[in-house]
């Protein structure tokens, strides 16, 4: 008898060009040879099996437009593997998401959903209210440079999108000016165009201070980390920390959609 792992039926399912979570039917059959000679071949009856295959990847629209030279992504309105791009929330879901930064006065881009080709891309419907649109599409317009996230369904009841531009800053009983009540200022980040990461060079203090990554002076977009392992979500209520009180390079990746990260680095 022969033994099948799962992955391996998952390679044949995908091969096979079966869907991802529904089960479907794969007709299976062994060849068998003697030696080098395939004049001997043999093969056995066919078997109809029954599995379902399942993906790691998550479904992504990729972003392309005028401001890919500019801002470090490769060249304007080129597919390639450098394009930014948006997540959605898991395998079937039509809900994505992520961060772009767009260096020049006047951006203007589209959505795809795939990196290679520019086949059934996305823009907008030409009211420029946040529909989408496929087939005769305009491109989506911004007025002004900046770091933006990006929320769009491509489900066809839905087809809407949105646009907000974000400033980072770090706040919070850790850092020096302490959360931001009355009056209090948040420390700002600056975006690191090479790394693609916000940044800040600050003191944090330790034993039970804690602080979060906030949007635009305003907790509407906001991420903490729960278990402070690194690994950032929105709008938790988990706070962040440091083991020790110090100088740190504090950085915030927002670069890869729906998979956020920070780092504290000791100076």
């Not at 479904?59 to 593997?81: C, E, M, T």
């Not at 002004?144 to 531009?165: M, Q």
């Not at 305003?218 to 929105?234: I, M, P, Q, S, V």
């Amino acid at each position: 008898f022969i033994v099948w792992t799962q992955e391996a039926l998952n390679a044949v399912a995908t091969q096979a060009g079966l869907t991802p979570f529904t089960a479907g039917d794969l007709e299976i059959r062994i060849k068998s040879t003697l030696g080098t000679n395939l004049d001997l071949a043999a093969y056995s009856n066919v078997i109809t099996i029954t599995v379902t295959p399942y993906t790691t990847e998550t479904p992504k629209l990729y972003v392309i437009g005028n401001f890919l030279n500019a801002s470090g992504y490769g060249a304007d309105w080129s597919p390639a593997n450098t394009l930014p791009a948006l997540a959605s929330s898991g395998f079937g879901q039509t809900d994505f998401e992520g961060y772009v930064y767009m260096n020049v006065s006047s951006p203007e881009f589209k959505l795809l959903p795939t990196n290679v080709n520019v086949d059934g891309d996305y823009g907008d419907d030409g009211s420029f209210s946040g529909t989408l649109l496929q087939t005769g599409e305009s491109n989506i317009q911004l007025s002004a440079s900046g770091y933006y996230r990006i929320t769009a369904n491509t489900d066809p009841t839905v087809l809407s999108y949105n646009v907000e531009a974000t400033r980072w800053a770090i706040t919070g009983s850790a850092t020096p000016d302490g959360w931001p009540d009355n009056g209090v200022v948040d420390q700002d980040l600056t975006y690191n165009p090479t790394t693609k990461k916000w940044e800040i060079i600050i003191l944090l203090t330790a034993g039970g201070n804690q602080f979060k990554f906030r949007a635009n002076d305003a907790w509407t977009l906001n991420y903490g980390d729960d278990g402070n392992d690194g690994t950032l979500e929105f709008n938790s209520g988990s706070n962040l920390s440091v083991s020790a009180s110090g100088t740190y390079l504090v950085e915030l990746d927002l670069s890869n959609p729906r998979n956020y990260t920070w780092t504290a680095t000791l100076q």
